[in-house]
Nanobody, 127 residues
Framework: QVQLAESGGGLVQTGGSLTLSCAASGRTSPSYIMAWFRRAPGKEREFVAGVGRSGEQKFYADSVKGRFTIARESAKHTAYLQMNSLQPEDTADYYC????????????????????WGKGTLVTVSS
């Protein structure tokens, strides 16, 4: 089992930036992939970004490409989501997810493929 704990959510103005963190603990071997998802009020959960076990493979949703950056520090078992140029439509609960694997393919980051989930952190972007 891998336990995930998100932090860094909050209130930010349109155009602002925020960095989310996801700390993993528990059975962190074998290596695992990590991802961020979000659920906006009244909408379905959606994939935001994912990073492979080496940190080199990265995938993004079209809606956040060029604005969000995912990274991980394997030694600290932590993933980050740097969010820039935030817009009101980015308002959502953001969830960290993980699964054992390599992360070479985008399909590995589907929500149904994730075994472990954090409780989420709320990001609110005011207009």
């Amino acid at each position: 089992q891998v336990q995930l704990a998100e932090s860094g959510g909050g209130l930010v103005q349109t155009g602002g930036s925020l960095t989310l963190s996801c700390a993993a603990s528990g059975r962190t071997s074998p290596s695992y992939i990590m991802a961020w998802f979000r659920r906006a009020p009244g909408k379905e959960r959606e994939f935001v970004a994912g990073v492979g076990r080496s940190g080199e493979q990265k995938f993004y949703a079209d809606s956040v490409k060029g604005r969000f950056t995912i990274a991980r520090e394997s030694a600290k078992h932590t993933a980050y989501l740097q969010m820039n140029s935030l817009q009101p439509e980015d308002t959502a609960d953001y969830y960290c997810a993980a699964n054992y694997g390599v992360g070479w393919r985008r399909a590995e980051f589907a929500a149904r493929a994730m075994s472990f989930w954090g409780k989420g952190t709320l990001v609110t972007v005011s207009s």
